[in-house]
């Protein structure tokens, strides 16, 4: 990101913070959590969930990263922008910097993907790369999801019945609707569903 460290100047660690945006982070991992916590003990590795929590965290980066990236270059984002700032818009980073971190965490992602995929078959890779092109697409490309009111839909989708059903399939290799209903969960007190029955 930017190397001046001026006193005027947020230091490369706190534009990275900004570029990220760690208060969105929650909704990538919990979705993986509940997902997670439907999982019988018997069943549950916590490698897969350390591997599916990996995958998400690093997609959701992705998605934030390629916001800031498309929105300024598409002039979504300009000088006049009201709420947090955008590095790319605000000139705290280039976007060939930003660009680059779409792609490093794409890349880390992608790995963690296929550490599931190898776990589970082939037919969670199609999932993956839905969800590749869905962190791309959100901002970006030809019809970008965000500029066409189908971001909440988006979310719904890939942080919401991929999320869960992707993460309790990865431990079971089974898909049960009762994980697609479930709300809110714990261990052993699921409320309006069991994921046992």
């Given amino acids: 990101m930017s190397n001046s460290n001026t006193p ?3 230091s490369a660690i706190s ?12 909704a990538s991992l919990s979705p993986v959590l509940l997902g997670s916590v439907l999982v019988p003990s018997e069943q549950l ?22 916001n800031d990236f498309f929105d300024a270059k598409n002039g979504i984002d300009t000088a006049n922008r009201v709420g947090p700032t955008r590095v790319t818009q605000s000139g705290l980073a280039s976007s060939q910097q930003v660009a680059t971190g779409i792609v490093v965490f794409l890349v880390l ?27 791309v697409g959100y901002s970006g490309g030809p019809y970008p999801i965000a500029s066409h009111a189908l971001g909440e839909a988006a979310v719904l989708f890939f942080f919401g019945w991929v999320a869960v059903i992707g993460s309790y399939y990865v431990h079971t290799l089974t898909f049960t609707w009762t994980v ?16 046992s029955e």
């Fill in 8 to 10: 005027n100047t947020p």
């Fill in 15 to 26: 534009i990275f913070g900004l570029a990220i945006r760690p208060k969105t982070l929650p």
């Fill in 45 to 66: 590795n916590l490698l897969l969930v350390l591997a599916a929590f990996g995958c998400a965290l690093c997609l959701q980066i992705s998605v934030n990263l390629a």
């Fill in 109 to 135: 992602g992608i790995t963690c993907g296929l550490a599931l995929v190898a776990h589970t078959g082939w037919p969670l890779l199609g999932i993956g790369v839905l969800c590749v092109l869905g962190a």
């Fill in 180 to 195: 697609f209903f479930c709300r809110d969960s714990l261990r052993g007190n699921i409320v309006g569903c069991n994921a």
